[in-house]
Antibody
Framework: QVQLVQSGAEVKQPGASVKVSCRASGYTFTDYRIDWVRQAPGQRRVWLGWILPNSGEAYYVQPFQGRVTMTRDTSSNTAYMELSRLTSDDTAVYYC??????????WGQGTLLTVSP | DVVMTQSPLSLPVTLGQPASISCRSSQSLVHSDGGTYLNWFQQRPGQSPRRLIYEVSNRDSGVPDRFGGSGSGTDFTLKISRVEAEDLGIYFCMQGTHWPYTFGQGTKLEIK
């Protein structure tokens, strides 16, 4: 069955960077786009962008451009999302999700990032 | 960006009774390919979101038939015909027609 397994919770200081992984199994990794979504406490979910595992092409939503980098390793079927220059506003649960036809049938379990001095 | 507005944000329900959640978009969700990419998800505490409905009204495999989606254009509804205890949680809509994808605020379904 399709599974997306994310890395564990992180605690970072302001100004630091974080790299979250998302390991896919149960399907051909390069056949589907991987999107990243986050939900900060009390806020609605926000789309960060996506990566195409076959080519490595990535698209980032404007508020995160310059701070987010999405990469992938096809040898391990893993997608990565790195966010730099962290502030307390980046405290959130980060999810990867497999996109198909404008929808997410499969999500990772979420990675809690806490940014605190 | 397309703004997705859900109502109500809190929905106290009596078990066995129906429930309905509205999701409205700031612009039409009809894609140039003719599809309407409006999704509904359920999220229980401590769990990842689970997709219930895609393309307005298509129920995912394993989703009970008491869940139904309807609507068109900018106005969409998720209905639960008879709420069961396992249905409690957060429900949110998401549009996948326009970039960036955007989400509703979420509706908390709770026992009255």
């Amino acid at each position: 069955q399709v599974q997306l397994v994310q890395s564990g919770a992180e605690v970072k200081q302001p100004g630091a960077s974080v790299k979250v992984s998302c390991r896919a199994s149960g399907y051909t990794f390069t056949d589907y786009r991987i999107d990243w979504v986050r939900q900060a406490p009390g806020q609605r979910r926000v789309w960060l962008g996506w990566i195409l595992p076959n080519s490595g092409e990535a698209y980032y939503v404007q508020p995160f451009q310059g701070r987010v980098t999405m990469t992938r390793d096809t040898s391990s079927n893993t997608a990565y999302m790195e966010l730099s220059r962290l502030t307390s506003d980046d405290t959130a649960v980060y999810y990867c999700a497999r996109d198909f036809m404008g929808s997410y049938a499969h999500w990772g379990q979420g990675t809690l990032l806490t940014v605190s001095p | 960006d397309v703004v997705m507005t859900q109502s109500p944000l809190s929905l106290p329900v009596t078990l066995g009774q129906p429930a309905s959640i509205s999701c409205r978009s700031s612009q039409s969700l009809v894609h140039s390919d003719g599809g309407t990419y409006l999704n509904w998800f359920q999220q229980r505490p401590g769990q990842s979101p689970r997709r219930l409905i895609y393309e307005v009204s298509n129920r995912d495999s394993g989703v009970p038939d008491r869940f139904g989606g309807s609507g068109s254009g900018t106005d969409f509804t998720l209905k639960i015909s008879r709420v069961e205890a396992e249905d409690l949680g957060i429900y949110f809509c998401m549009q996948g027609t326009h970039w960036p994808y955007t989400f509703g605020q979420g509706t908390k379904l709770e026992i009255k």
